[in-house]
Each structure stands twice: as C-alpha cells, then as structure tokens.
C-alpha cells in the first residue's frame, strides 16, 4: 500500500514540475518578444516658442449705465387727459410728456385772476388819493399788501397748473409708459423712463493694488455678449476717491461713444484698460502645457540621429516651465524655455521622456489670441 502511494505522489510532482517548465519556457518566449518589439512612435502637432509684443491690460467686469437716466415721475397727483409721446421715441428737452386735469385750477386761476385785477384797481385809486393828501399811509398800505397777496395767489395757481404737466428734463429714449389716459396717478408715481444713451458709462472695480496702474484720460476697450466680435473704445473719466473696505476695490468709470444706442444700461461687459508699456514675452500654445501638482511641464522636441543608420529621428524631453498670464490660446512663460524651440502642442499627455514621435501639423488646431468658439 505504501508502495503505490509513494509511486502515486512521484508520478505528481513530475506532472507539475512538467508543467512549471512548460510555463516558465512560454512566459520566457514571450518576455523576449516584448524587449524586441519597438513601439511605433506617436503622432503630435508642435510649434516653436515665439516671442511676441503684448499689450498689457487690465481686466474686470463692469456694468453698463446711462450717461443720464431717470425714471419719470409726477410731483403733484391728478387724473391723465393727455398722453403726449409714443413708448420707445425720442424727445428733446423740454417736450410735453402728460397733462394731467387741470380744469379745476384753471377756474381757480380765472378767480385769483380776478381778485389780482381788482386789487391792482384799488392800489392805483389809494396811490391817487394819497398823492392829493386824501387817505392815510396806512389804507395805501394796505392795498397794496392785498394785491400782493392777489398776485402770490394767481402765481401760487400757475405753479399747481405747471406741476400737472410732465416735461422730458432732457433729450433721450423714452421706455415703455406706465399710465393710461383717465387713471389716477398719485405723488411720485412712474410715468415713463428716460435715458440718454450717447455717450454711456460702464462702471467696473479694480484691486486697490492695481490703483497706481491707473488713471483718468487712459483707454479703455469693452466687449460685450449681446455684440459679439464688436470691440468699442472709450476712456477712464473718474476713479472713485476711496477704496470699499469690504472689498478692498476701487470703483471706475469709463465714457464710451454709443451713437447707434447698442450697448443699453444694465448690460454687463468685459472692461479692458490698455496701459502704456509694451511687454515682450515668450508665448506657446496653452494645449501643450501638462499641469501636475509637482509643476507645470511642456515636452519639446529634439533631433536625434542614429549612428549606426544615420537615420535622424525626432524624440521629446519633458522640460519644468514657469508660467504667466495667459491671452486667447496662448500663455506666457517667464522661464523654462527659449524663442526658437519647439513643443508639442497636442498629444502631450501620452508621451514620456526619450520617446520617438512624428510631427504632423495638418491635424493642428487654429490657436489664436482672440478665440471666437461658434454657438453649435
């Protein structure tokens, strides 16, 4: 019994030693595939570091405002019998608005009127008479303090009369109005808006560490969403004397023409103010820079010829860059690189240093400083 125990346990451990070797034979046969494989270099767009003149600016969001705007309101309440302008038109200074009933004070004015007109009499007749030694100073007196009275009384009309007709304060676009002929308007109800569009403000704040950078009379550039691929120029006509302690922000305005009326009060805009020294700096594509939390890196692009072949091939090396401010597609770097090298651009993220590439520029994308993606 022991015997073919024995045998049995025998027969096995030669089974797997069989199989062990037969195993340690393929894994050996394909491991020497892998180091004598060549993996087929990777296709990448590239583009030499350049150095370009850029403009400084400094940028913030700012909100649009009437150079004048105000929402037309009555000091007086009254019951509206004329309508005199059409939402949305143009008025000069001046121009008749509403008009209110004033057929009351106007009956009141016909009787203080009269009462003036009387009074007047009675002084002249009491100047006469004290002129000829006829009636004391003190019935002249008064005479004449009730025709003052009289006149204040006619004037104090006229005023409640000129309250119950709205005029536009000055020339602009009126809005959508508020009232109908026969309502009631009480005190200090809307009536209609008015704003005067050209010139117009744009109103936009900036770090108080940037407050020495400015100054009135300096440029400005404004884009807005509403009016894409459009860019208008105005200029810096009033920096606010204090910081917001809350914010720690200076608050600016800008003047901008505004003939054709596009930019409206309210909108919001991208504020640029131009300073006036020129930068050089060295610029590449944003696509090409892989962001790690160890640094900011770029591969570039390196000849390599073989001496046994002569063949020349490209291969990359992964160079630690330092980086600026970025405009559109492109970034600046303050160190790491030169004008003239070149960098990979797209298919960064799977290279590795030493590896071979091929350049093909045809698949490049259009970078630009002024990207305009389309609304697909």
């Known amino acids: 019994m022991l015997k073919k125990f024995a045998i049995t346990v025998v027969v096995l451990i030669v089974l797997v030693g069989g199989l062990a070797a037969l195993k340690f034979s393929q894994f050996k046969t394909m491991g020497d595939s892998a180091k004598s494989a060549v993996q087929p270099p990777d296709a990448v767009t590239s583009m030499e570091v350049r150095e370009e003149a850029w403009q400084p600016t400094l940028t913030a969001v700012g909100s ?13 309440a009254g019951i509206v019998s004329e309508i005199a302008f059409e939402a949305g038109s143009r008025v000069k200074a001046g121009d008749l608005l509403v008009k209110f009933d004033v057929s009351v004070l106007e009956a009141q ?44 009384d006619v004037n104090a009309t006229k005023a409640a009369i000129d309250q119950k007709v709205i005029r536009a304060p000055f020339a602009g676009k009126l809005g959508i109005r508020q009232i109908n002929l026969g309502q009631f308007v009480d005190r200090g109800n809307p009536i209609v808006s008015l704003q005067a569009l050209d010139p ?27 009016l894409p691929g459009v860019v208008v120029d105005g200029k810096i006509t009033a920096i606010n004397g204090e910081v917001e302690s ?71 090396r992964q160079q630690f860059v330092r980086l600026g401010r970025s405009r559109g597609d492109f970034v600046v770097v303050v160190s790491g690189l030169k004008a003239g090298q070149t960098v990979v651009t797209t298919g960064a993220f799977k290279l590795h240093n030493g590896g071979v590439v091929i350049v093909d520029n045809k698949l490049s994308p259009a970078f630009s400083l002024t990207p305009k993606p389309e609304n697909e």
């Open 64 to 76: 649009l405002a009437a150079y004048q705007g105000v929402t037309v309101t009555t000091e007086a």
């Open 109 to 152: 004015l016909q009787a203080s009127q009269a009462r003036a007109d009387l009074a007047r009499l009675n002084v002249e007749r009491s100047r006469d008479l004290f002129a000829h030694n006829t009636t004391a100073k003190a019935e002249l007196d008064s005479t004449e303090a009730q025709f003052k009275q009289a006149e204040a």
């Open 246 to 316: 809350s914010t720690r922000n200076v608050r600016v305005q800008a003047t901008l023409p505004n003939a054709d009326e596009r930019l409206r009060p309210g909108m919001f805009a991208n504020v640029s103010v131009i300073l006036p020294n020129m930068d050089h700096v060295l610029v590449i594509p944003s696509a090409g820079v892989l962001n790690a939390p160890y640094g900011d890196s770029v591969f570039l692009i390196d000849e390599k010829k073989d001496g046994a072949t002569g063949e020349v091939s490209r291969v990359v």
């Open 200 to 226: 117009i403000y744009v109103n936009f704040t900036l770090p108080q560490q940037q407050l020495e950078q400015i100054a009135t009379g300096m440029p400005v550039q404004l884009t807005c969403d509403a």
